[in-house]
């Protein structure tokens, strides 16, 4: 009952608030739970000094972050205080301010009403009431309040002691940073039968936990590294999500440009950002994507054929816009149904740059790898190894066999025997490629040769 009471008052509370109309609303997010908020709304000033009131901001802001302008008269307007009210009406917070005054508790009983009135003693652990020299604890009914106490707020509000030498009308824009928003993105790539082409689709996932609804705003979002000092404590609080997706109509939905030493993304549109909202805009479409289904064996570190797709960012492949940091699906069509077959995560990635998205171990390829020999001398050693790849495909598969080499402190290292040919990739590794025929196997012996002065 005391809930439905509290929720009864504040409803009433809400609907006699009078807010100022925001005429012009811009989100800048960023990938790490930050975001800038930029507000103009109509205000009156009078002549004097007085308080103005800045209501729905967002409850995670960071005060210290706030910056006020006003866009008319700014020579004529000081701002002599800045504070920021979050002391917001809750149940247990409306209760306390009464106690040790008298409350009225109304109960119903066969079809009539009582109401009984008591002083309220206790709020901390059920209500504790004084009525008719007794002690009541947690007494049934629907509690009263006459009035709103001092001191709470509805929303949490920026206010502003100013000294205004000017009387009218003005327009103010508020900016500020808020955690508790953040976005990144999400992309579904669908292959086709052979595994050679891919359509590419790419999502703006924003997760909005800010606790302000941010309307018909302009919408911009920041892919980089951007550095921010965390403040001590979060005050981050998850709630139940609603997620709303919204498809690209005309294309672009984004303009990608450079900004710093980042990307920019901004919407071609106005977007409303809702609290507790999960949203997702399409922002990238690219159809028949060359790619190429890559089989690795790397037995010094897994005994598992690993599988990657790869595939180049470029405008030659229908892509070529820089690729934000996020999580790709990779799924393929079974028939008339599509199924999930693994997913990863790709780094902030330039245009031009390769991309490979590993999706899990392959079933039907394994590998084994054994030390065969190995001899040392007082500034060299020598080691044999033999790698078996099997393959019970019924198609011939290519493995690409990795093998590092731990070099540190002046030791080089020489490939004095081989099986097959390599690549030496970089100075720590060398690269067998091996064809290996359906049900079958291939083995790749090598020797190599450590030398130091």
């Given at each position: 009952?005391?809930?439905?009471a509290?929720?009864?008052?504040?409803v009433?509370l809400?609907c006699?608030?009078?807010?100022?109309?925001?005429?012009d609303?811009?989100?800048?997010?960023?990938?790490?739970?930050?975001?800038?908020?930029?507000?103009?709304?109509?205000?009156?000033?009078?002549?004097?000094?007085?308080?103005?009131e800045?209501?729905?901001?967002?409850?995670?802001?960071?005060p210290t972050?706030?910056?006020?302008?006003?866009?008319?008269?700014?020579?004529?307007?000081?701002?002599?205080?800045?504070?920021?009210?979050?002391?917001?009406?809750?149940?247990?917070k409306?209760?306390s301010?009464?106690?040790?005054?008298?409350?009225?508790?109304?109960?119903?009983?066969?079809d009539?009403?009582?109401?009984?009135k008591?002083r309220?003693?206790?709020?901390?652990?059920?209500?504790?009431?004084?009525?008719?020299?007794?002690?009541?604890?947690?007494?049934?009914?629907?509690?009263?309040?006459?009035?709103?106490?001092e001191?709470?707020?509805?929303?949490?509000?920026?206010?502003?002691?100013?000294?205004?030498?000017y009387?009218?009308?003005?327009?103010?824009?508020?900016?500020y940073?808020?955690?508790?928003?953040?976005?990144?993105?999400?992309?579904v790539?669908?292959?086709d039968?052979?595994?050679?082409?891919?359509?590419i689709?790419?999502?703006v996932?924003?997760?909005n936990?800010?606790?302000?609804?941010?309307k018909?705003?302009k919408?911009?979002?920041?892919?980089?590294?951007?550095?921010?000092?965390?403040?001590?404590?979060?005050?981050?609080?998850?709630?139940d999500?609603?997620?709303?997706?919204?498809?690209?109509?005309?294309?672009?939905?984004?303009?990608?440009?450079?900004f710093?030493?980042?990307?920019m993304?901004?919407?071609?549109?106005?977007?409303?950002?809702?609290?507790?909202?999960?949203?997702?805009?399409?922002?990238?479409?690219?159809?028949?994507?060359?790619?190429?289904?890559?089989?690795?064996?790397?037995?010094?570190?897994?005994?598992?054929?690993t599988?990657?797709?790869?595939?180049?960012?470029?405008?030659?492949?229908?892509?070529?816009?820089?690729?934000?940091?996020?999580?790709?699906?990779?799924c393929?069509?079974?028939?008339?149904?599509?199924?999930?077959?693994?997913?990863?995560?790709?780094?902030?990635?330039?245009?031009?740059?390769?991309?490979?998205?590993?999706?899990?171990?392959?079933?039907?390829?394994?590998?084994?790898?054994l030390?065969?020999?190995?001899?040392?001398?007082?500034?060299?050693?020598?080691?044999?190894?033999?790698?078996?790849?099997?393959n019970?495909k019924?198609?011939?598969?290519?493995?690409?066999?990795?093998?590092?080499?731990?070099?540190?402190?002046?030791?080089?290292?020489?490939?004095s025997?081989n099986?097959?040919?390599?690549n030496?990739?970089?100075?720590?590794?060398?690269?067998?490629l091996?064809?290996?025929?359906?049900?079958?196997?291939?083995?790749?012996?090598?020797?190599?040769?450590?030398?130091?002065?």
């Amino acid at each position: 009952m005391i809930k439905k009471a509290a929720f009864i008052m504040t409803v009433a509370l809400l609907c006699a608030n009078v807010h100022y109309a925001a005429a012009d609303v811009a989100v800048t997010v960023y990938n790490n739970n930050r975001a800038l908020i930029r507000e103009t709304r109509d205000i009156n000033i009078k002549k004097g000094v007085q308080t103005l009131e800045f209501d729905n901001v967002a409850a995670q802001i960071d005060p210290t972050s706030v910056l006020p302008k006003f866009l008319s008269e700014p020579s004529k307007i000081i701002v002599l205080e800045q504070n920021f009210d979050y002391d917001l009406v809750d149940t247990n917070k409306l209760l306390s301010k009464y106690i040790g005054k008298d409350i009225e508790i109304e109960r119903t009983g066969k079809d009539k009403r009582k109401n009984v009135k008591g002083r309220l003693l206790s709020v901390y652990g059920g209500l504790v009431v004084q009525s008719d020299g007794k002690i009541v604890l947690n007494p049934e009914g629907e509690i009263n309040l006459p009035e709103m106490s001092e001191g709470l707020r509805l929303k949490p509000t920026l206010a502003w002691l100013l000294d205004s030498s000017y009387e009218g009308t003005d327009k103010m824009e508020v900016s500020y940073q808020t955690g508790g928003i953040g976005w990144n993105a999400d992309y579904v790539l669908v292959t086709d039968e052979k595994d050679t082409q891919a359509d590419i689709t790419g999502w703006v996932t924003i997760n909005n936990a800010s606790g302000a609804t941010y309307k018909d705003a302009k919408l911009k979002l920041i892919a980089g590294d951007v550095n921010m000092v965390q403040p001590a404590a979060e005050m981050v609080e998850m709630e139940d999500r609603v997620y709303e997706a919204e498809a690209k109509k005309e294309a672009p939905s984004f303009q990608e440009k450079s900004f710093f030493e980042y990307h920019m993304y901004e919407l071609q549109r106005k977007a409303t950002i809702k609290d507790n909202e999960i949203k997702q805009i399409e922002f990238i479409t690219a159809s028949k994507a060359p790619v190429k289904k890559v089989l690795t064996y790397n037995g010094s570190q897994n005994q598992k054929v690993t599988v990657n797709l790869e595939f180049k960012n470029s405008k030659e492949n229908n892509l070529g816009m820089p690729l934000p940091a996020g999580r790709v699906r990779v799924c393929k069509y079974d028939g008339d149904a599509l199924e999930f077959v693994g997913e990863d995560t790709i780094d902030h990635t330039p245009k031009d740059a390769k991309l490979s998205v590993y999706t899990g171990n392959s079933f039907d390829v394994t590998g084994e790898r054994l030390q065969t020999s190995y001899k040392s001398g007082s500034k060299w050693s020598e080691e044999s190894y033999k790698i078996t790849i099997r393959n019970s495909k019924d198609e011939t598969v290519e493995v690409n066999v990795v093998e590092p080499f731990y070099v540190y402190g002046g030791i080089n290292w020489e490939i004095s025997e081989n099986s097959e040919k390599f690549n030496k990739k970089d100075s720590r590794t060398a690269e067998f490629l091996l064809k290996v025929p359906a049900a079958s196997e291939k083995v790749l012996t090598y020797k190599v040769k450590y030398t130091w002065k």
